[in-house]
């Protein structure tokens, strides 16, 4: 099992390109997560999705847009980059939904995403 | 809303054993524990969970009292390879925070 699986590992994007940050799981999870990591601080919950064909916002989602077509993949577009948008990308999944099943769920993380916007 | 509150910070020395607390004040009756790990430049890894008295694996101890508002991440004899950021979730405060960042120093 190669677990999460995430591309790029580093890109460097214009103001106002855009991109499409790649997430694969092969642990037949349902749920799956995007996160950012700023500098110095925690993970913010970007979008989320409880199985394919089914996706939410999380704390965070503007600037955003994800799709889920299989229970593998949950790819996450930025349309416009902007600079505030630099940061790390973590894609997660997890048999259990976040929260649920009294927290008893694991989730896995990929090896995540630096994106720099200049 | 259940929130998690723990150091922001610690250090400690090779070969201490270092334990970080988290606070749960409003964890629900049927409410796991759970604390990640996360290295620099990696993504967090799960690292221990529980639900009452005391968990041990291979890496941690959890120990929970039993009012279970509270419990401790022991982590025993550290090394520099220990350095990293620590983080507690409960299921009503799923929100990876700041976490406490651990400094092991030779």
């Known amino acids: 099992n190669a677990g999460v699986t995430q591309t790029p590992k580093f890109r460097i994007l214009k103001i106002g390109q855009s991109m499409t940050l790649q997430c694969t799981q092969d642990m037949n999870h349902n749920y799956m997560y995007w996160y950012r990591q700023d500098p110095g601080m925690g993970l913010k919950l970007i979008y989320y999705s409880v199985g394919a064909g089914i996706t939410d916002k999380g704390e965070v989602p503007n600037g955003y847009n994800v799709s889920r077509s299989t229970t593998e993949d949950f790819p996450l577009r930025l349309e416009l980059a902007a600079p505030s948008q630099t940061s790390v990308y973590f894609c997660a999944s997890s048999q259990v939904g976040r929260g649920l099943a009294g927290g008893r769920e694991t989730q896995y993380f990929g090896p995540g995403t630096r994106l720099l916007v200049l | 809303l259940a929130k998690t509150t723990q150091p922001i910070s610690m250090d400690s020395y090779e070969g201490q054993e270092v334990n970080i607390t988290c606070s749960h004040n409003?964890?629900?009756?049927?409410?796991?524990i759970t604390w990640y790990q996360q290295f620099p430049s990696q993504g967090p890894r799960f690292i221990i969970q529980g639900y009452k008295t005391k968990v041990t694996n291979e890496v941690a101890s959890l120990f929970i009292p039993a009012d279970r508002k509270s419990s401790t991440l022991s982590l025993p004899r550290v090394s520099l390879s220990d350095t990293a950021v620590y983080y507690c979730?409960?299921?009503?405060?799923?929100?990876f925070g700041a976490g406490t960042r651990l400094t092991v120093k030779p």
């Open positions: 409003n964890i629900a009756t049927n409410d796991y």
């Open positions: 979730l409960v299921p009503n405060d799923m929100r």
